[in-house]
């Protein structure tokens, strides 16, 4: 059985959060996230401790989650998130433009993807992008949109992969 629920979390210095009903705000160094949580779980505040909690069993899955998505707000106001990705196969690349990152993946044509508010991205080199922000969701989907552009592929490994991602590889037809 999930404990996430009742786990107690630490606010960090630097960080302030507030509810107002059901809404939650987090405030830190690097921003400001709100999300809105179920209305039948209650946040309790004791000095800089945080404490969930549920008004009955029926509410044990909004729970975790609240939880767990209460952490991810105080984690991403003080350190941030980020995700990195890289491309494999000849010619494939990105290039950041003013609010685009241009992605060279095998088409005909290259692929302009709108970079969301909030989110930064740096090109170290034009094989590997760093995907920078506070909030994890829209990191992690603006990341998967990327990948999805061209997905590494088993038998060459040609693709947009995430940087520690390994793609199990299949063997070719031998020739006779």
């Known amino acids: 059985m999930s404990?996430?629920?009742?786990?107690i979390l630490k606010v960090p210095e630097g960080v302030t959060v507030t509810?107002?009903?059901?809404?939650?705000?987090?405030?830190?160094?690097?921003?400001?996230?709100?999300?809105?949580?179920?209305?039948?779980?209650?946040?309790?505040?004791?000095?800089?401790?945080?404490?969930?909690?549920?008004?009955?069993?029926a509410y044990k899955s909004f729970h975790g989650t609240a939880n767990a998505n209460i952490a991810n707000m105080i984690i991403g106001v003080t350190k941030g998130f980020e995700k990195q990705l890289e491309t494999v196969g000849v010619g494939y690349r990105f290039a950041v433009k003013g609010k685009t990152l241009v992605v060279t993946a095998g088409y005909s044509h290259p692929v302009n993807v709108e970079i969301p508010e909030g989110?930064?991205?740096e090109n170290p080199s034009n094989t590997e992008i760093t995907i920078k922000g506070i909030d994890k969701c829209l990191v992690g989907e603006f990341a998967a949109n990327v990948r999805k552009i061209r997905?590494?592929?088993?038998?060459?490994?040609?693709?947009?992969?995430?940087?520690?991602?390994?793609?199990?590889?299949k063997?070719?037809?031998k020739a006779a």
Do not use: A, F, Q
């Open 3 to 7: 404990r996430i629920g009742n786990r």
């Open 19 to 57: 509810t107002n009903g059901n809404i939650v705000t987090v405030k830190g160094p690097k921003g400001e996230l709100s999300t809105e949580i179920n209305s039948h779980i209650t946040v309790k505040e004791e000095g800089n401790e945080l404490k969930l909690e549920r008004t009955s069993d």
């Open 119 to 121: 989110i930064t991205v």
């Open 151 to 169: 997905k590494p592929e088993p038998y060459k490994g040609k693709g947009i992969r995430y940087k520690d991602e390994h793609i199990i590889r």
């Open 171 to 173: 063997v070719g037809k």
